[in-house]
């Protein structure tokens, strides 16, 4: 008796296991369910469970308001990182999101000492436009960043404004690789959405200076 091999959806329905993206300035490759989509969900309950989240606070116009989403910042000791106001010491490494850092540095091909986690707990939350370029970060910083959970719309674009924004669905189990000049000449946004009802975890993984 033979036995037939096994075939995922993917294959099936032949979504490219990695995407690249011509974009002036920009380095972007798009790595297709890195962990199954159904490892990449179960991967979400846990972090959800297991990372310290925070509910941080931003000012604008003189009030301050919910960031909308949760974050965590964890890392080697020393990798402090600070945006818009908000300073974050790293937590310790817990021993999933060490797995997941060695597999990201595996298939980006690149070493992470830092990992920011954001929590959407549903499409409520979101994160605004920016460009991850802050100087702790290096000038062309290489920013791994994986999707578990509900799948949600990532849409950049220049900041120059001289092309459309893109859009990329990232799906649980993907890895958005965005490396040399992308956070120079390009910004980025996760939009609200009503469409969304479940949770998604973000985890990018990034190489910053030391702050001893
Ligand atoms: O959730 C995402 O995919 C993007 C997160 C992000 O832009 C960030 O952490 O800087």
Known sequence: ???QPFISQEELFGEPPIETFDLPGAELVLLNAVWSRSDGDLLCKQLID????????????????????????YGDPDRSYSWSGIEMDPIPWTSTLRKVKERVSEV???EFNSVLANLYRDGNDK????????EVLGPNPIIA????????NFRIRRKDRSLDPINIPLKSGD?????????RYWEHQIPR??????????????KVE???
């Open 145 to 152: 960043s994986v999707s578990l959970g509900a799948a949600r």
């Open 50 to 73: 297991e990372l310290q989240w925070r509910q941080d606070k931003i000012s604008m116009f003189g009030r301050s308001h919910d960031v909308p989403r949760l974050n965590a910042w």
């Open 193 to 206: 959405t009503k469409k969304v009802l479940n949770p998604r975890i973000n985890l990018t993984f990034r």
């Open 1 to 3: 008796m033979t036995t």
């Open 175 to 183: 890895v958005l690789v965005m490396s040399g000049s992308t956070q």
């Open 108 to 110: 980006a091909d690149a």
């Open 127 to 134: 994160v605004d436009w920016h460009a991850d370029d802050e």
């Open 210 to 212: 030391s702050s001893a």
